[in-house]
T-cell receptor, first 108, second 113 residues
Framework: GIQVEQSPPDLILQEGANSTLRCNFS?????LQWFHQNPWGQLINLFY???GTKQNGRLSATTVATERYSLLYISSSQTTDSGVYFCAVDSGTYKYIFGTGTRLKVLA | GAGVSQSPSNKVTEKGKDVELRCDPI?????LYWYRQSLGQGLEFLIYFQGNSAPDKSGLPSDRFSAERTGGSVSTLTIQRTQQEDSAVYLC???????????FGEGSWLTVV
């Protein structure tokens, strides 16, 4: 089956810093989503981005499907950005496979 | 309700007992997913329902696990003869159609003692 790897696995930032999270996948995908899991465990959908670039406030995402990766950019990070970021991919069966996650901690 | 609703939010059960976890998806959503997340780990796909089609059960870890979706809405995940390794958060999600934006519930935390 498709493999989804995220990097880095852990990231510590000072408040106000910028960061880039990466999601690599081993096969072509039809759909890709980014999620944030807050410290209380709730998963929030950030982007539905099978291709191209989208922006939402301080967050933006780019997926280059032909090269099998997606990037999530966080600018001017805040402590509320802390948590785990997951990408999830669907290779055509609508069965989303989640990546290994990037655990982010933003320090005040 | 406006979001995906799961119950119970927490369940402690004795090894060997059966448990049922319930998911009420967002109204009008035809796709429903169950995932499992062990402590500090990623999300493991369990099962996917799409409308009245046969579900994709390829992620169910053993025949002790089963799920059904009645009337294309509410879903129940049943774990029979629970084992300690079944302890995890069970997450339900729904989307308007298969492949669309997924919305997660808050999860059901299962502890098997």
């Amino acid at each position: 089956g498709i493999q989804v790897e995220q990097s880095p696995p852990d990231l510590i930032l000072q408040e106000g810093a910028n960061s880039t999270l990466r999601c690599n996948f081993s096969d072509s995908v039809n759909n890709l989503q980014w999620f944030h899991q807050n410290p209380w465990g709730q998963l929030i959908n950030l982007f539905y981005i099978p291709s191209g670039t989208k922006q939402n406030g301080r967050l933006s995402a780019t997926t280059v499907a032909t090269e099998r990766y997606s990037l999530l950019y966080i600018s001017s990070s805040q402590t509320t950005d802390s948590g785990v970021y997951f990408c999830a991919v669907d290779s055509g069966t609508y069965k989303y496979i989640f990546g290994t996650g990037t655990r982010l901690k933003v320090l005040a | 309700g406006a979001g995906v609703s799961q119950s119970p939010s927490n369940k402690v059960t004795e090894k060997g007992k059966d448990v049922e976890l319930r998911c009420d998806p967002i109204s009008g959503h035809t796709a429903l997913y169950w995932y499992r997340q062990s402590l500090g780990q990623g999300l493991e796909f369990l099962i996917y329902f799409q409308g009245n089609s046969a579900p994709d059960k390829s992620g169910l870890p053993s025949d002790r696990f089963s799920a059904e979706r009645t009337g294309g809405s509410v879903s129940t995940l049943t774990i029979q003869r629970t084992q300690q390794e079944d302890s995890a958060v069970y997450l339900c999600a729904s989307s308007l159609l298969g492949g669309n934006t997924i919305y997660f519930g808050e999860g059901s935390w299962l502890t098997v003692v």
